[in-house]
């Protein structure tokens, strides 16, 4: 049986200027009503099982707040996981949810999207719109990079656009 709003509510209430749920009509003898919901997974994600079904809270939160749950994917603005207060939250493509990306943390420039080229001996800026990486350019200063990288990333990234920071 698919989750609706009504049935959420019978359960959880939800704050949306924190994010938190509480539990309402909790549904295991170890839970009791105004007690937070839900557990933090290694990822970083909030989860709350409801019916025996595990939820993500911030496709709950849509549910709760906008009474659909949505085919597409939410992102999170600041890139906080455990963040489910509803103006964090946004409706997006799985491409725009991976624009909104830190730094990963192998990056050795400190930069994201720019790494030293061994080859040509230049900062090698690129970054991924559409689903295909695309090269920015060779340059001779990390500055000169980023801030070539920074003006390609918002151009084709638009309110996605993370330059490596939440």
Not at 52 to 77: C, N, Q, T
Not at 113 to 130: F, S, T
Not at 134 to 163: M, P, Y
């Amino acid at each position: 049986m698919k989750l609706t709003q009504q049935r959420l509510k019978e359960v959880l209430k939800y704050n949306p200027l924190t994010g938190v749920f509480y539990w309402v009509n909790p549904q295991a003898y170890c839970m009791h009503a105004g007690e937070k919901a839900g557990y933090l997974d290694r990822n970083g994600y909030i989860y709350i099982k409801v019916d025996s079904v595990k939820h993500a809270a911030h496709r709950l939160a849509w549910l709760y707040m906008h009474g659909v749950l949505p085919e597409k994917f939410i992102d999170h603005k600041n890139t906080i996981r455990s963040d489910n207060r509803i103006k964090n939250l946004r409706l997006a493509t799985r491409s725009q949810n991976m624009m909104n990306q830190l730094k990963r943390k192998n990056n050795t420039s400190g930069v994201k999207g720019i790494g030293w080229d061994n080859k040509v001996k230049k900062w090698r800026a690129r970054c991924q719109v559409d689903g295909k990486r695309q090269c920015v350019g060779w340059f001779s200063s990390l500055k000169e990079a980023e801030k070539s990288l920074i003006k390609f990333r918002e151009k084709g990234h638009g309110e996605f656009a993370n330059h490596g920071g939440a």
